[in-house]
């Protein structure tokens, strides 16, 4: 069966930090991957997503970024952190090649605070 | 992409049913409608996914009207652990690109 890790669970970084956050899926191959964020009390807000080794699609444009140096790994950096880069990061996956579109598995998380 | 129009809250009794309702006017031919569960500082679960007419799962039902302008999510017997924000989501097959609406924050009572 698949599953989805993301790390660190939670991080409390000053403004001006680096962040890095990992993501993996385990169990398929060649997944889409996606980044969401969101923040308290808010809906889902895409980042970005990915659907190959090196192919970033950036929704948001911002002071984050985005990697996949593997094709089960997806990684979400920032150089220096804001204020409002505080939430909680949501990463998951969905497959490719099925005429059902929307189905997507996350992760449990990632809590952000910056101070 | 379909832009997706819920209600932002909506309150209900212990086992009472709970219809939530999905607006999506400009919905394509390719798109498929899926909703999610979500509890707090938990990522969104899959609830249920439908193209047209009804289907129904061991969770919820999801009703669909034949010009697939809207949507709606239908929970039967609500319990307090039902309480949670639900979206609904419209997706284009052969697309990846997955963005989410607002979502529904649903609060069952005792």
């Known amino acids: 069966s698949q599953t989805i890790h993301q790390w660190p669970a939670t991080l409390v970084q000053p403004v001006g930090s680096p962040l890095s956050l990992e993501c993996t899926v385990e169990g398929t191959s060649n997944p889409n991957l996606y980044w969401y964020r969101q923040a308290a009390g808010r809906g889902l807000q895409l980042l970005f997503y990915?659907?190959?080794?090196?192919?970033i699609s950036s929704e948001v444009p911002q002071n984050l970024s985005a990697s996949r140096p593997q094709d089960r790994q997806f990684i979400l950096s920032s150089k220096k952190l804001l204020l409002s880069d505080s939430g909680f990061y949501l990463c998951a996956w969905s497959q490719k090649g099925q005429v059902w579109a929307g189905e997507l598995f996350f992760g449990e998380g990632s809590r952000l605070t910056v101070l | 992409l379909a832009k997706t129009t819920q209600p932002i809250s909506m309150d209900s009794y212990e086992g009472q049913e709970v219809n939530i309702t999905c607006s999506h006017n400009?919905?394509?031919?390719?798109?498929?409608i899926t909703w999610y569960q979500q509890f707090p500082s938990q990522g969104p679960r899959f609830i249920i996914q439908g193209y047209k007419t009804k289907v129904t799962n061991e969770v919820a039902s999801l009703f669909i009207p034949a010009d697939r302008k809207s949507s709606t999510l239908s929970l039967p017997r609500v319990s307090l652990s039902d309480t949670a924000v639900y979206y609904c989501?419209?997706?284009?097959?052969?697309?990846?690109?997955?963005?989410f609406g607002t979502g529904t924050r649903l609060k069952v009572l005792a």
């Open positions: 989501l419209v997706a284009t097959s052969g697309t990846y690109k997955y963005i």
């Open positions: 400009n919905i394509a031919t390719n798109d498929y």
């Open positions: 990915s659907v190959g080794i090196g192919q």
